[in-house]
């Protein structure tokens, strides 16, 4: 396992958190929620990999893993608003370079 | 001093986000909105238990809850018994 990469993973992936926690604690006072199902292809190769992903964004208030199709490298995601493959995953880079 | 204000902020998320579970009608897709709101909650309840000390406790709160949710995504969204339309 790479260290750099699980060290990167941590930081930006709590960061993500704190931000959506916030994003959410917002609309739950305004009540702008808008849930949308996007799928999303990863270039994550090994299961574990893809496994640790999906349950990153599970973790995430505001995205929530639906499916993970391991042959094809797809995720389907919902989303608490419609939002870009960057903003709902920001750390698969990190992951990436964790499992090679 | 900190810990009192880490503790007013996360109790704060935990009531503002059962305000919207209580609150918001259902629609399309509201199943996933909610098991997102639910995660603000449980965020907040993990960072609670940080701060009472109980590392392990929210260590097996941290695994354990996006297979939770996960289950139930994936049976919602899989489900034969929904009617159509809905």
Redesign the interface.
Known sequence: MNLFGLFGYIIVFLKA?GEA?VD??K???D?K?D???IEISTDIESFKGQVLL???I??????????LDSEKKTL?V?S?SPRTKDEIIPFEPYIKKMFN | MLEDIVLIIASLGIIFASFRLWVEKDRKRMVYARLHIVGVIDIACIVIMLVFKQYLLALTYFILVPFAAHAIANADYHDELKTKGV
Not at chain 1, 59 to 66: D, K
């Open positions: 958190l926690w959410v604690v609309r739950s006072i009540g929620i849930p949308e199902i999906a349950s990153s599970t973790l995430t208030p505001g995205t929530l893993t639906i499916d389907k919902a608490i």
